[in-house]
């Protein structure tokens, strides 16, 4: 059984190309049109079926049942300048643009109303990812590095209604999948173990020489694609007045397990010593409230993102977010205009390549990872869309986002006391373009 929900999981990430990439963090501002195109609010404004996941208590604002289904074409851009100068072996410094800049992410929400108290659906849905295919670049800085998380949620969504105020919770099976793999050359092998030996103290020349004539060929690393289910939940609840609806969140963590992944990435630069496997997805908590009048709606969410909780995140000292989403609605006959606004400073910072942290890690191998292999630093999103009714029954939801550049500049794992400064830089912008079609019945 396990192995078939697998293959259903699998058949719908396929849609993609190499990975999905992601905005706070390594989540989607939210899923569905509607939400992403007012800024990714969802928790206190209803967005129909699409509330499964934002704030399942709000499922209840359909009439009878509704359908969405449809998904994202998500195109990132994203570049790095990496410093790799081996002195007297060469200098593999080098630039490269990511190949992993287009990708289709599906999504399916159905709820229905069972009396007038109670209701449920059921989902699937991309919900986060990152990645980076640097193939091509050999013996240059990005070291041919290809990363790919891919998440994906199947949840049944239930809800409970009365007198204004409804509450519900959201059990849900996860699908993840991780890959990473690089390619260290000839001599930046022997660069490493030169400056290895060398932090420990060794300066016989000899000893040295003898131990980089070891060396002798390019070392291909990585463990191959690594797969998990595991279940989680997510729950919500609201409350309904007078134009007003407030609303509160709670997402669980999910510590998912990619046997040998990175314990093999890692380990090649720690020399082993590195034995965590699990990449949770991270608790999150919010709170939103929105307001219609007339023709008008007006939406706030906050949110919190517990990534320096998340195992994995948090060794490669991932700082919590603090998200701000804000969007507005304007309906006409027959179609609506959606805007929005999302923010959320970037989780990831720079490390003191002097000291190692918790998990033993240098801060120079954290900075090139997080630069290099899982650059989750986009922090703005400006939004945009509208839905647009077909027939009494059936609309067309549209959204698109634009993140603008990031920009981040860090010392790589290649820093040495007294030598020159190697660094990483990474720039990342994002577009995205949804379409849902929803059917009311």
Same mark, same amino acid.
């Given at each position: 059984?396990?192995?078939?929900?697998?293959?259903?999981?699998?058949?719908?990430?396929?849609?993609?190309?190499?990975?999905?990439?992601?905005?706070?963090?390594?989540?989607?501002?939210?899923?569905?049109?509607?939400?992403?195109?007012?800024?990714?609010?969802?928790?206190?404004?209803?967005?129909?079926?699409?509330?499964?996941?934002?704030?399942?208590?709000?499922?209840?604002?359909?009439?009878?049942?509704?359908?969405?289904?449809?998904?994202?074409?998500?195109?990132?851009?994203?570049?790095?300048?990496?410093?790799?100068?081996?002195?007297?072996?060469?200098?593999?410094?080098?630039?490269?643009?990511?190949?992993?800049?287009?990708?289709?992410?599906?999504?399916?929400?159905?709820?229905?109303?069972?009396?007038?108290?109670?209701?449920?659906?059921?989902?699937?849905?991309?919900?986060?990812?990152?990645?980076?295919?640097?193939?091509?670049?050999?013996?240059?800085?990005?070291?041919?590095?290809?990363?790919?998380?891919?998440?994906?949620?199947?949840? *049944?969504?239930?809800? %409970?209604? !009365? =007198?204004? #105020?409804?509450? @519900?919770? $959201?059990?849900?099976? /996860?699908?993840?999948?991780?890959?990473?793999?690089?390619?260290?050359?000839?001599?930046?092998?022997?660069?490493?173990?030169?400056?290895?030996?060398?932090?420990?103290?060794?300066?016989?020349?000899?000893?040295?020489?003898?131990?980089?004539?070891?060396?002798?060929?390019?070392?291909?690393?990585?463990?191959?694609?690594?797969?998990?289910?595991?279940?989680?939940?997510? *729950?919500?609840?609201? %409350?309904? !007045? =007078?134009? #007003?609806?407030? @609303?509160? $969140?709670?997402?669980? /963590?999910?510590?998912?397990?990619?046997?040998?992944?990175?314990?093999?990435?890692?380990?090649?630069?720690?020399?082993?010593?590195?034995?965590?496997?699990?990449?949770?997805?991270?608790?999150?908590?919010?709170?939103?409230?929105?307001?219609?009048?007339?023709?008008?709606?007006?939406?706030?969410?906050?949110?919190?993102?517990?990534?320096?909780?998340?195992?994995?995140?948090?060794?490669?000292?991932?700082?919590?977010?603090?998200?701000?989403?804000?969007?507005?609605?304007?309906?006409?006959?027959?179609?609506?205009?959606?805007?929005?606004?999302?923010?959320?400073?970037?989780?990831?910072?720079?490390?003191?390549?002097?000291?190692?942290?918790?998990?033993?890690?240098?801060?120079?191998?954290?900075?090139?990872?997080?630069?290099?292999?899982?650059?989750?630093?986009?922090?703005?999103?400006?939004?945009?869309?509208?839905?647009?009714?077909?027939?009494?029954?059936?609309?067309?939801?549209?959204?698109?986002?634009?993140?603008?550049?990031?920009?981040?500049?860090?010392?790589?794992?290649?820093?040495?006391?007294?030598?020159?400064?190697?660094?990483?830089?990474?720039?990342?912008?994002?577009?995205?373009?949804?379409?849902?079609?929803?059917?009311?019945?």
């Amino acid at each position: 059984m396990k192995n078939k929900i697998k293959l259903t999981l699998i058949t719908a990430l396929a849609l993609g190309t190499t990975s999905v990439y992601a905005t706070n963090g390594s989540n989607l501002i939210a899923t569905g049109a509607k939400a992403r195109a007012m800024g990714g609010t969802g928790i206190g404004v209803a967005h129909g079926a699409e509330s499964a996941l934002a704030n399942v208590s709000l499922i209840t604002d359909i009439e009878k049942t509704e359908v969405s289904f449809g998904g994202m074409f998500f195109m990132p851009d994203v570049s790095n300048k990496d410093s790799i100068n081996l002195g007297q072996l060469g200098d593999e410094s080098g630039t490269a643009t990511s190949a992993a800049d287009l990708n289709v992410i599906p999504e399916v929400s159905i709820a229905t109303k069972i009396n007038d108290n109670f209701y449920m659906g059921i989902g699937i849905w991309g919900t986060a990812g990152m990645g980076v295919d640097y193939r091509g670049s050999k013996n240059s800085g990005q070291m041919e590095m290809v990363t790919n998380l891919q998440l994906m949620q199947f949840a *049944l969504p239930l809800a %409970y209604t !009365k =007198n204004n #105020f409804s509450v @519900g919770v $959201t059990p849900l099976l /996860q699908y993840g999948s991780l890959d990473i793999n690089y390619n260290m050359s000839k001599n930046l092998q022997k660069a490493m173990v030169a400056g290895g030996m060398q932090a420990q103290g060794i300066t016989d020349q000899n000893m040295i020489g003898a131990e980089m004539a070891k060396v002798t060929a390019d070392k291909n690393v990585g463990a191959g694609v690594a797969q998990d289910l595991k279940f989680g939940y997510n *729950l919500g609840a609201s %409350y309904q !007045k =007078n134009g #007003f609806t407030i @609303g509160a $969140t709670y997402k669980s /963590q999910i510590d998912m397990f990619y046997k040998g992944v990175l314990t093999s990435a890692i380990g090649a630069m720690t020399n082993n010593a590195y034995k965590n496997d699990i990449l949770s997805t991270p608790a999150e908590m919010g709170i939103g409230i929105s307001y219609e009048f007339g023709k008008n709606t007006f939406a706030v969410d906050y949110k919190k993102i517990k990534w320096s909780d998340a195992k994995g995140y948090q060794d490669f000292d991932w700082d919590d977010q603090n998200v701000l989403a804000l969007g507005y609605e304007y309906k006409m006959k027959g179609m609506g205009l959606r805007i929005g606004y999302n923010h959320a400073s970037s989780p990831i910072s720079e490390q003191d390549t002097t000291k190692s942290n918790s998990a033993g890690l240098s801060g120079g191998l954290v900075n090139t990872f997080n630069t290099l292999g899982f650059p989750g630093i986009i922090e703005s999103h400006y939004t945009v869309g509208g839905c647009f009714r077909i027939n009494e029954q059936t609309s067309l939801a549209t959204a698109f986002v634009y993140a603008p550049e990031s920009t981040i500049n860090y010392k790589n794992f290649l820093n040495q006391p007294n030598q020159p400064i190697q660094r990483s830089k990474t720039t990342h912008s994002q577009k995205s373009l949804s379409f849902d079609l929803v059917y009311q019945f």
